[in-house]
């Protein structure tokens, strides 16, 4: 009586050797590093080169450089050596590169080959900012308007329909016309060109009036895509900022929610966040030797650029359409040759403007340049100082194919990484609608360092006063459910490192609050083992008895607590959700260990043996 078959022990056995591994990871201390990334493009040898030259200079310890493309990772022995190098790498790239503090993962290298990595830390235990920001959605549907506007106009006087004027008015745009005439003809045109509007016919008296009303899912559209283009904006504003692990995410209808772990500068993330950026089409000058602007003479109407390469390139000075006008980019492939390309959609007055001048330049190419205001802190005579400056870079130079207005196609491009990356540049150049900050909290590492010491102590008071509480009073049996305690401590931790879960304040009182649950269901089964016993049966049939007894009371209780956790997590916001996933968690793993984990043990040591007595 109560063995198992040797399957169960098998299992019980790999499960934790999978559980000690993937949570092995979690004690490994991570490292005080330094994250250098490009603005635009990719790292070089060049640059590995000169922050290597500049740190044995200044001799600052280096513990490794890890290089690729995109990245460099330089690790440090401390703080300190982390916040002086930081320092001289800003004074040695300039402001071309983004370079930020970091704390990088030191887990071993086998450890890294099966994929086993340390928990995410949130913002409330490894510091940061917070903001929740509110698009403007009347700003964005006025916008839309607009376009609408300026589209009806040219489509009345494409067909040479005559009206008094086109005006927004709150929800709604207001055309009037001369004549029931001409109201009639623009109804009919417009209705056929744009089936989304919804018109109606209204009479002041003085004119002839069309009212002209966006249709309620078209509204909906526009709000779906102004706050998912704000979102693809500041995720790319953020992510020049080099944090790893930032949370940007939708909350409601019209908000963002946007954590930066780490950052602790409010002033220098809101600047970037809130930064502005904009695109301009211009004609590339063909007539002129940019060898001889590069020398200084450079010819009137046209002005020097830079691409991403760094090559010179002669543009006019005139702007053919700007970044406000492009309604929308997708990358996708050209039907005919299955190159990639970027389709752009321009509002009607980009769209008029953009007609004329391919008319005039077929055969002649066209530069796509990215314009953007950064301000950069420096320290002078020990005071930081803010410093603005305007950079301007071409993104695409592409030759004029056809004749086109409103759609066209960019083409010339690498990859189709490349053609997604140009797309979201020209869809994320600017914020879709104005966005604003609700509320703004700062977590300083002190305090996060501080809640990682309290939660811990916390976890560590619970989890030993329940030990010496079973041991005392359940003697041998308390050990056992000390025993699977701990091994579901580390089933939590190694589960959620598996799912790369951020843990946070709550998620840890989830944790705790799960280690008093754990050790109730072994509580109830070991009571009902005394109760057998004083039953006067034997200690075998009390252990067989008391687990088959105390199961369907230790499910009920579980099952009912994991229907509220999922409630929780359905229903509830950031915090809320994480108590809800450890508490899940939690949950499920206890049931492995308290009952069929203890069980194991308790059929290895007491099983199939004749007892007279049970330590219990």
């Known amino acids: 009586m109560n063995q198992y078959p040797a399957w169960k022990y098998i299992l019980i056995v790999v499960v934790m050797i999978f559980g000690f591994l993937y949570a092995l990871p979690n004690l490994y201390e991570a490292d005080p590093a330094v994250q250098v990334s490009a603005m635009r493009g990719e790292l070089s040898d060049t640059v590995k080169g000169q922050i290597e030259a500049r740190l044995s200079e200044k001799k600052i310890p280096v513990k490794s450089i890890e290089f690729d493309k995109r990245r460099l990772l330089v690790r440090f022995g401390n703080t300190e050596e982390q916040l002086a190098a930081a320092d001289q790498i800003k004074d040695v790239l300039g402001p071309d590169y983004a370079v930020a503090l970091n704390l990088a993962p030191s887990t071993p290298a086998w450890l890294q080959a099966i994929n086993a990595q340390p928990m995410y830390l949130g913002l409330d235990l490894r510091g940061g900012v917070h903001f929740l920001m509110e698009v403007d959605m009347d700003a964005a549907l006025q916008k839309a308007l607009e376009r609408y506007s300026s589209d009806l106009r040219t489509l009345l006087r494409k067909d040479k329909i005559r009206y008094l004027s086109i005006r927004p008015q709150a929800e709604v745009l207001q055309v009037k016309f001369r004549s029931a005439e001409d109201r009639e003809k623009g109804r009919e045109l417009i209705h056929g060109e744009f089936s989304d509007l919804e018109l109606k016919d209204v009479n002041d008296g003085k004119a002839f009036a069309l009212e002209i009303r966006v249709s309620e899912s078209e509204v909906r559209e526009i709000r779906k895509l102004a706050l998912q283009q704000n979102i693809t904006t500041l995720r790319n504003r953020v992510n020049e900022l080099g944090v790893a692990e930032p949370v940007i995410q939708q909350q409601g209808d019209r908000r963002v929610v946007v954590q930066l772990p780490g950052v602790q500068d409010t002033v220098a993330a809101k600047r970037i966040i809130g930064a502005t950026a904009t695109l301009e089409y211009r004609a590339v000058d063909t007539e002129h030797d940019v060898e001889d602007a590069i020398n200084g003479k450079v010819p009137a109407g046209s002005k020097l650029y830079k691409d991403r390469d760094g090559r010179y390139h002669l543009l006019k000075n005139r702007i053919i359409v700007t970044g406000d006008q492009i309604i929308n980019a997708r990358s996708g492939f050209d039907s005919q040759g299955g190159q990639p390309q970027v389709t752009v959609t321009l509002d009607g007055k980009g769209a008029r403007k953009m007609l004329e001048f391919t008319k005039a330049n077929v055969g002649k190419p066209m530069a796509v340049v990215f314009i953007e205001n950064k301000s ?5 005579d020990g005071n930081p100082e803010v410093v603005n400056r305007k950079v301007e ?8 194919r056809d004749v086109f207005s409103k759609r066209f196609q960019t083409t010339g491009l ?11 540049l020209l869809r994320s150049g600017a914020l879709a609608a104005p966005i604003r900050i ?10 996060g360092a501080d809640n990682i010491k309290q939660g811990f102590t916390s976890v560590v008071i619970g989890f030993v006063l329940v030990l010496v509480f079973m041991a005392v009073y359940y003697k ?3 050990l056992v459910a000390d025993l699977a305690l701990a091994m579901n401590l580390v089933l939590i931790i190694a589960i959620l490192s598996m799912l790369q879960a951020t843990l946070t304040m709550p998620g840890i009182a989830g944790i705790v609050l799960t280690v008093g649950m754990a050790v109730d269901a072994n509580v109830l089964i070991f009571e009902r083992i ?38 929780l997590f359905s229903f509830g916001s950031g915090p809320v959700k994480g108590f809800a996933v450890t508490l899940s968690i939690g949950i499920l793993t206890s049931m492995f260990t308290a009952i069929m984990g203890t069980r194991a043990v308790i059929n290895l040591a007491y099983g199939g043996r004749r007892l007279q007595r049970l330590p219990i």
Do not use: W
Request: hydrophobic fraction near 45%.
């Open 393 to 400: 870079e071409i993104i695409s130079i592409a030759t004029i």
């Open 438 to 447: 609700i509320e703004e909290r700062t977590i300083g590492p002190s305090l």
């Open 414 to 424: 690498d990859s189709p990484q490349e053609a997604h990356e140009l797309a979201l």
């Open 376 to 380: 950069t802190t420096r320290m002078v």
């Open 530 to 567: 005394r109760e057998e016993l004083r039953n006067g049966n034997t200690p075998q049939a009390s252990i067989h008895a008391g687990y088959a007894k105390a199961f369907s009371t230790i499910a009920d209780a579980n099952v009912t607590t994991l229907i509220a956790a999922i409630v």
């Open 476 to 478: 041998v049996f308390g």
